[in-house]
Structures are given as C-alpha cells and as structure tokens.
C-alpha cells in the first residue's frame, strides 16, 4: 500500500493471526515505555497496556509483540522504569496512589513484590518516576513526582526486603516531572519540572545547582542525561526540555552558561530522551511527524542522517539502551511499539557518518 513516497508491505496473514486491530489502548492512558540495558545480550522492554507492564527482551529482527512477562497492577499505569541488578530486573511503576516494585529472574519470572504507598486521595495520579542503581550504597533508588513534593525511597537491590521511605522534598505548587540517573563516575543527579520552573540537584545537596524558569503551559518533557570526560575521569549532568522549542543545558561547558535552544522548527514536541554513550550523547527529539531526529550534544548540530522514516504514527514516548550490537531505541505510539537499531559504529567516529539502522516489527 502506498505511504506518502514510501511503499509499504503488510503479511496480511501473519496481521490476522496476530488479532491486528482488536485491543485497544484506554483513552484516558499516556503510553509509557522502559528500556533498561543489560550486561549481555538485548535489554528488557516493559510497555504499559491499561493496568499492565507487558516485559520482554526481543532481540535483533524479533518482534516486540509477545511478552514473555505480564505484570498487574492495581488500577490504570501512569509511570514505568527497569534497571538491571544484582543478577536480575527490577520493574518499578505507578498507579494512582501506589508505586509497586516487582523483581524479576533472568527468565523474567517474578521473585518479590514490594508496593509504595504515597496516602493522599484516590484517584490522584503519578505522572513520573525515576529509578537508579546506587552503586555507592548497593541499593535501589526512586524518585517520585507527587503534587507540590518529590518523594524518596530505597531498599536492597536484592528486594530482600521491602520500601524504605525517605523525607519528602518540598517543590512548590506542582511537580509534574522527575528524572534520576547515577552518571559513570558514580554521582548521582536529579532533575524536577515544577510546572514553572526546573531544578538540577545532585543527590545529597541542600541547593540546586541549576533553575532555569518555564513559560509555556505545555508539558516540557523533562529528561536528564550525561556527558562524560574519559581525560578527567569526571561525568557531567545534561539536562533537555521543551519550552516552545527545544532547549538543552550541557553543564560540562559550565553550569552558569545559558542552555541553547536546538535551531529549526520543531511542533509539537511528544516525547525527549538521550541515547548513545555518555562520552557522545545524543538527544532523541520526536514529534508528531518525526521520530526522532538527532541533535549531537558534542558537536551541537542535528544528525540528519539519522533520520528516521515516520512511522504512521505520533510517538507518545521514547526510550534507548546499549546491547552489544549498538543502540536500541524504543518508539512507543498509542497502540503500537517499533525497535530501531543502529550499529556501534555509528558512535565511533567523530563525523557520524550515514549507517544504516534496523527497524523491528511493530506491535500492537
């Protein structure tokens, strides 16, 4: 069938087989997707469907149709994150007034179960979470987004035991996003979106180390990334959101310096995340046109010959892993998810030249 100036092909039997076109996602859900990297072979996928975390590891050319796990939750998924630890997966996600923790084997079956109760009134939602590994301590970390407070919690990365609560950070009248992540040379750094404004903290600090003021009412897709310098053995926060454009904050040129707003045009901006090794990050820009376009944080410039084709679709959200093949990026729609790969030599040179990448089936 024809597709704007592509020609695309549909197995029509393998379509039916798989029951194409009969479930439908809930109208009142966001999609959410995790991607979390492993020592070997491909990294966990975990997609929210309703009040379900559907988990799988498909590898290169496999589907991410099937999954091999189906976790439950109590009421409609809002939030999902996965890290690898201690031999295992951890899975953590949010609904309604409850953060449940489900740690999974190497064959993903499920071993423990932990939930987080946050009080509060029913029905009120957690649009965000973070979840890390802290290596200084050996214990899992996450950060949740809750009305005008960031809340802590920790346990072992075992899950021998259950949810350790920490004080909650006062954050204003809303904070509807949040962003963790424990950078190569073991800091560990925070990002907030308090609806008009953002904060940057390192773990364990009393002031920010960045605000940078929001003016739009759109959501700013807040996501926090690192730049590593292997000379000095020292690791540096990136921080990405959109505020009628794209903006990014490099703190390895300094933290007083003004972030850049990324030129060209981009509308309706749905979804933000970085990818690639720390020593060259990339940020994934989708739209509801494009997913995703490029922007090379070391060279300040879009990768255009990343381009990927649209996909039919708006990506709702974006996520990407290291395997040892390369990148994985995960493009979540309302109903459909698509796996892009590109190859570790796309990281390899400074000039970034065209490779080719593989797309993997979509899912419903």
């Not at 559907?54 to 099937?66: C, D, F, H, K, Y």
Request: glycine content about 10%.
């Amino acid at each position: 069938m024809a597709d704007g100036p592509d020609i695309r092909m549909l197995d029509v039997a393998s379509a039916l087989k798989a029951k194409h076109g009969t479930r439908r996602r809930p109208s009142n859900q966001r999609p959410a997707v995790a991607l979390a990297e492993a020592p070997h072979g491909p990294p966990l996928l975990c997609r929210t469907w309703g009040d379900h975390i559907l988990v799988s590891r498909p590898g290169p050319g496999a589907p991410a149709t099937t999954a091999v796990t189906v976790l439950t939750h109590q009421k409609l998924v809002t939030a999902v994150g996965a890290v690898q630890a201690a031999g295992g997966w951890v899975v953590v996600a949010a609904a309604e007034r409850t953060v449940r923790m489900w740690r999974l084997s190497e064959d993903l079956s499920v071993e423990a179960q932990h939930d987080l109760g946050l009080g509060g009134d029913a029905g009120e939602r957690i649009p965000s979470l973070g979840l890390v590994v802290d290596p200084s301590s050996d214990r899992l970390r996450i950060t949740v987004a809750d009305r005008g407070r960031i809340v802590h919690a920790d346990m072992p990365v075992d899950a021998s035991s259950g949810w350790r609560a920490g004080r909650p950070t006062w954050a204003g009248q809303h904070c509807c996003g949040i962003d963790a992540k424990v950078m190569r040379d073991g800091t560990y750094w925070l990002a907030a979106d308090l609806s008009d404004g953002l904060l940057l903290w390192k773990h364990g600090e009393k002031r920010p180390k960045e605000e940078h003021p929001i003016t739009s009412m759109r959501p700013a897709h807040l996501t926090l990334g690192e730049r590593y310098d292997p000379e000095d053995e020292e690791s540096f926060p990136v921080l990405a959101w959109v505020d009628g454009g794209v903006y990014v904050k490099d703190c390895s040129a300094g933290f007083v310096l003004a972030p850049k707003r990324l030129p060209g045009e981009v509308r309706k901006v749905t979804s933000l995340a970085f990818a690639g090794p720390p020593e060259r990050p990339v940020l994934l820009v989708c739209d509801e046109r494009t997913a995703p376009r490029a922007w090379d944080v070391a060279t300040r410039r879009w990768l255009h010959e990343w381009g990927v084709p649209w996909r039919g679709y708006a990506v709702h959200a974006v996520d990407a892993a290291q395997d040892p093949e390369g990148l994985v990026v995960a493009l979540q729609g309302n109903d459909r998810c698509d796996l892009i790969r590109l190859p570790q030599a796309v990281f390899a040179s400074e000039d970034r030249s065209p490779h080719q990448c593989e797309t993997g089936a979509q899912t419903v």
